[in-house]
């Protein structure tokens, strides 16, 4: 019987343990925390920026790159050594449901680099945060000036129906592009204006306007690249 007490009581006082709040963060602490954050959500979207290939850079993902690493360090603060609080946060976050699509795999992986680095800086593991993100950083650059991804463009091109050569248009797309995509195409009064989303062969933006514009029944040429900035 006094065997079987002992162990209950072991097992309620480890149970005890893990539920405590063993945090007992100081002020300084949590602002050095979401400070060492903010470096690194900063880095991650001025990367983002950088290195961004669309054709229209949206600012409201960059602002959620820097607010998803803040709220993820701060969810990390929260329910650091308490089961309790894990366990409940847990739930109310499983409640969550996302309705956007992500339209780019790209953007996936800067959610999920905004993530770790909030974890990390979350529980106070800085050299973590500051090597992982650098590294991480300088591969996405690498990648992107060493061609792995190229930059997109919005050809949008108006024809004259009854004149318009559709093959020799066709032709001279393929010659300059490395790839793309009809996005949209609307046709009104005889006319017909088309909207390609393009990847360009090196050089080719210097001459693919002036190249089309030349081809027979072509009324206009607009060529449309992504140059936001802050």
């Known amino acids: 019987m006094n065997n079987l007490s002992m162990t209950l009581t072991s097992k309620f ?10 945090t007992n963060l100081s002020i300084s ?3 050095l925390r979401l400070c060492v954050s903010l470096l690194a959500a900063v880095f991650i979207y001025f990367i983002y920026k950088f290195t961004f290939n669309g054709v229209t850079f949206n600012r409201n993902f960059g602002g959620a790159i820097v607010i998803t690493t803040l709220i993820t360090s701060t969810i990390m603060m ?4 308490n089961l309790a609080l894990s366990l409940g946060m847990v739930g109310a976050l499983s409640i969550i449901r996302f309705r956007n699509a992500v339209k780019d795999s790209r953007d996936i992986s800067f959610i999920f680099w905004s993530v770790a680095a909030g974890l990390a800086a979350g529980t106070g593991l800085y050299p973590i945060v500051f090597i992982a993100t650098i590294f991480i950083g300088v591969c996405v650059v690498i990648f992107n000036l060493t061609g792995f991804t190229r930059k997109s463009y919005l050809l949008i091109i108006k024809t004259d129906t009854e004149q ?7 032709k001279a797309v393929d010659y300059y592009s490395v790839k ?3 996005r949209m195409k609307n046709t009104h009064n005889g006319q017909v204006e088309s909207i390609y989303e393009i990847n360009l062969k090196k050089g080719a ?9 030349g081809v027979k029944g072509v009324l206009s040429v607009n060529l449309v690249s992504s140059n936001e900035s802050i």
Do not use: P
């Open 164 to 170: 318009a050569d559709a093959e020799l248009l066709k």
């Open 29 to 31: 602490s949590i602002i």
């Open 180 to 182: 793309y995509r009809l």
């Open 78 to 81: 929260i329910i650091n050594s």
């Open 205 to 213: 933006s210097d001459v693919i306007v002036d190249k089309i514009a």
């Open 13 to 22: 006082a480890i149970f005890n343990e893990l539920v405590q709040n063993d």
